[in-house]
Antibody, heavy 119, light 110 residues
Framework: QVQLVESGGGVVQPGRSLRLSCAAS????????MHWGRQAPGKGLDWVAL????????YYTDSVKGRFTISRDNSKNTLYLEMNSLRAEDTAVYYC????????????WGQGTLVTVSS | QSALTQPRSVSGSPGQSVTISCTGT?????????VSWYQQHPGKAPKLMIY???KRPSGVPDRFSGSKSGNTASLTISGLQPEDEADYYC??????????FGGGTKLTVL
């Protein structure tokens, strides 16, 4: 069965950095695009970034461009999100998501990891 | 980009049908047949219920159906059951390999 397990969340001061990881299992990781999304406390879902199956193409929502970097290591079945220059508004539960049959449906989600940006 | 527009809440009695709308623009919902819907129970991760406007993943009851007309997509849940009470989010491809979510709709089963 497909499993996505995020880690790396925590409390970080504004302006600092954090790296999230997502360990994938139960499917051929190297064949699917992968996404990061987030949900601020009590708020709705937001899409953050997409990386192609081979890591060669990366796409971001405008609010994180230049600050966040999505990447993957297909030899380790792991997805990453490097977050720099963190702001209070980046506080959220961050979800790792697997692309479905295309790139635009998210057929499996991890349980999420909470990132709190606060001084 | 602004979030897609969904009603804040809808409600229905067990056995009834409800429809949740999701309104965007010709640059997202209206421009592509890549609308998906997600169900989220409190404290849980979202679950894919509908993709590519009308397709249902295996394991999702056929009580859930999707449609689209112009810039508005809809999720219809027929034969409401207590376990359907949850938050529902639409999501659309918005061009340039980006996705856009709706603000979410809280479904209450009376």
């Amino acid at each position: 069965q497909v499993q996505l397990v995020e880690s790396g969340g925590g409390v970080v001061q504004p302006g600092r950095s954090l790296r999230l990881s997502c360990a994938a299992s139960g499917f051929t990781f190297s064949s699917f695009g992968m996404h990061w999304g987030r949900q601020a406390p009590g708020k709705g879902l937001d899409w953050v970034a997409l990386v192609s199956y081979d890591g060669s193409k990366k796409y971001y929502t405008d609010s994180v461009k230049g600050r966040f970097t999505i990447s993957r290591d297909n030899s380790k079945n792991t997805l990453y999100l490097e977050m720099n220059s963190l702001r209070a508004e980046d506080t959220a539960v961050y979800y790792c998501m697997k692309s479905g049959s295309g790139w635009y449906d998210l057929d499996y989600w991890g349980q999420g990891t909470l990132v709190t940006v606060s001084s | 980009q602004s979030a897609l527009t969904q009603p804040r809440s809808v409600s229905g009695s067990p056995g009834q049908s409800v429809t949740i709308s999701c309104t965007g623009t010709s640059s997202d919902v209206g421009g592509y047949n890549y609308v998906s819907w997600y169900q989220q129970h409190p404290g849980k991760a979202p679950k894919l219920m509908i993709y590519d406007v009308i397709k249902r993943p295996s394991g999702v009851p056929d009580r859930f159906s999707g449609s689209k007309s112009g810039n508005t997509a809809s999720l219809t849940i027929s034969g409401l059951q207590p376990e359907d009470e949850a938050d529902y989010y639409c999501c659309s491809y918005a061009g340039s390999y980006t996705l856009l979510f709706g603000g979410g709709t809280k479904l209450t089963v009376l």
